[in-house]
């Protein structure tokens, strides 16, 4: 069996939570028997959808590089070099 993934957690505890609040509300029971029968069925729902989700196919393909934006392509300018020489003070 898989690990299961974000979507798979969040669908299998939202259907715990919200199935056995309607339960609760619908049977209005209020003996311990009926509350623990109630999640013990919004439990096995939850974990019935975590289960039977479908499955990503896989990851997304791209077709080869992803061109940069144009905004960001680095701008050089043509500077003649200096060079240091024997008389130049470099640490002023």
């Known amino acids: 069996m898989q690990r299961p993934d974000t979507a798979r957690l969040t669908w299998g505890s939202a259907t715990v939570v919200l199935a056995?609040?309607?339960?609760l509300l619908l049977s209005g029971t209020t003996t311990t028997p009926g509350i623990a029968a109630a999640?013990?069925?919004?439990?096995?729902l939850g974990?019935?959808?975590?289960?039977?989700?479908?499955?990503?196919?896989?990851?997304?393909?791209?077709?080869?590089?992803?061109?940069p934006?144009?905004?960001?392509?680095?701008?050089?300018?043509?500077?003649?070099?200096?060079?240091?020489?024997t008389g130049t003070r470099t640490g002023s």
């Open 20 to 23: 056995t609040v309607a339960l």
């Open 69 to 85: 934006d144009p905004g960001n392509e680095e701008v050089r300018a043509a500077v003649p070099r200096v060079r240091a020489g």
């Open 47 to 67: 974990v019935l959808v975590a289960v039977t989700m479908p499955v990503r196919a896989g990851r997304v393909k791209t077709s080869g590089a992803v061109p």
């Open 39 to 44: 999640c013990a069925a919004g439990l096995l």
